[in-house]
């Protein structure tokens, strides 16, 4: 029997939930243009003027083929929520990235949040306020696709932590860390993976484009992807603050995978489970042992890349990521639930 050792809990929640955007079916989505714009920017680019010509924002187009060709195979294979496949390159932390596949072989979308991968014309790590001098952002983007016109409002939240850049035919979400001052990730998608997330406040005129819902067993491989996703995307941010990679832990794993099913199955949100369980019991019913221990909690993000960036920008929840006693990491996925158990062992 594995013996549980009295440990040190952190706790954290993440109940904010701006991948679960208000969707208006709106008749007059012509209004006036001259909404006040988000940030007065003297310096600017335009669509033109931004480098697409190099850099992994060039792969979106291309087809899964030519990646192999040029890059290998993938080290893995995750199934998403929007009709494409993410191939994920994780040979190396330091320059990661997941390339989405869709079902006739195209790229549509792809992220990274690694110091070394080439995301022009933006960069890991770069200043928030270089950024801004050479972006002119709106705190709308309009979209035209399949008859159908899309407006994303974005909020000053959005425009603070996630602006939404159009470079020529494709859009770059990029994520920014509010305690850094920088950026920690970029998300490029075409215009139809960007309608099927569709990450911001919602009008549109026309037919609704809408990702299929997927079927129970398709959401227990998108599930196994995203937990493998959360680990690597949590040891990028710990390997870019110079701390240890934390290792998987399969016990921590199933635990928080329960907490996260019975969160959904039972609707509420809390370290508390409904039962009034709390981490500590949960440990101990999954035998896991453990010197310091600590939980993040997510709900209704679009995925695990915009889980894990809100957890960045949330304090608490980065402590827990960033806490050197941690060693292990379970995660456990259910459907749009998301729990982390961090665990520190002697």
Do not use: C
């Not at 009709?83 to 869709?102: K, L, T």
């Not at 199933?254 to 996260?260: G, I, N, Q, R, T």
């Not at 920008?313 to 990521?321: A, D, I, L, Q, Y």
């Amino acid at each position: 029997m594995i013996i549980i050792l009295a440990g040190t809990f952190y706790f954290s929640v993440w109940r904010d939930t701006p991948d679960d955007p208000a969707l208006i079916e709106d008749n007059s989505i012509n209004r006036e243009e001259d909404q006040e714009k988000a940030k007065d920017l003297t310096e600017s680019f335009s669509d033109d003027d931004a480098n697409l010509n190099e850099g992994l924002a060039t792969w979106i187009g291309e087809t899964g083929e030519k990646l192999i060709e040029e890059i290998g195979e993938p080290d893995r294979v995750d199934l998403s929520a929007y009709g494409y496949e993410w191939w994920v390159y994780n040979e190396s932390v330091s320059s990661y990235v997941q390339f989405g596949v869709n079902k006739d072989n195209k790229i549509v979308t792809l992220f990274s949040s690694a110091e070394e991968a080439d995301l022009s014309p933006f960069y890991i790590g770069e200043e928030v306020d270089t950024l801004y001098k050479k972006l002119n952002m709106n705190s709308f983007v309009e979209v035209k696709h399949e008859g159908t016109t899309y407006r994303f409002e974005l909020s000053e939240e959005d425009l603070h932590y996630r602006p939404l850049v159009k470079l020529g035919d494709i859009y770059a979400q990029v994520y920014l860390d509010k305690f850094l001052g920088e950026i920690s990730g970029v998300r490029y998608m075409d215009k139809e993976t960007l309608v099927l997330h569709r990450p911001y406040e919602l009008t549109y005129r026309g037919e609704l484009h809408e990702a299929p819902e997927p079927t129970e067993e398709e959401w227990r491989q998108i599930e196994a992807g995203s937990e493998a996703q959360v680990l690597d995307l949590t040891n990028i941010i710990r390997v870019r603050s110079d701390l240890s990679v934390l290792k998987p832990d399969e016990e921590a794993s199933d635990v928080a995978f329960l907490h996260s099913e019975d969160m959904m199955e039972n609707d509420y949100f809390s370290h508390e489970s409904i039962d009034g369980s709390t981490l500590a019991d949960r440990l101990k019913e999954g035998d896991v042992s453990y010197a310091t221990a600590g939980e993040n909690i997510a709900a209704n993000y679009s995925d695990s890349i915009a889980a894990v960036e809100g957890w960045l920008n949330s304090k608490g929840h980065r402590e827990n990521m960033l806490n050197e006693d941690f060693t292990h990491l379970g995660v456990g996925v259910y459907h749009k639930y998301y729990t982390q158990n961090f665990i520190g062992i002697r």
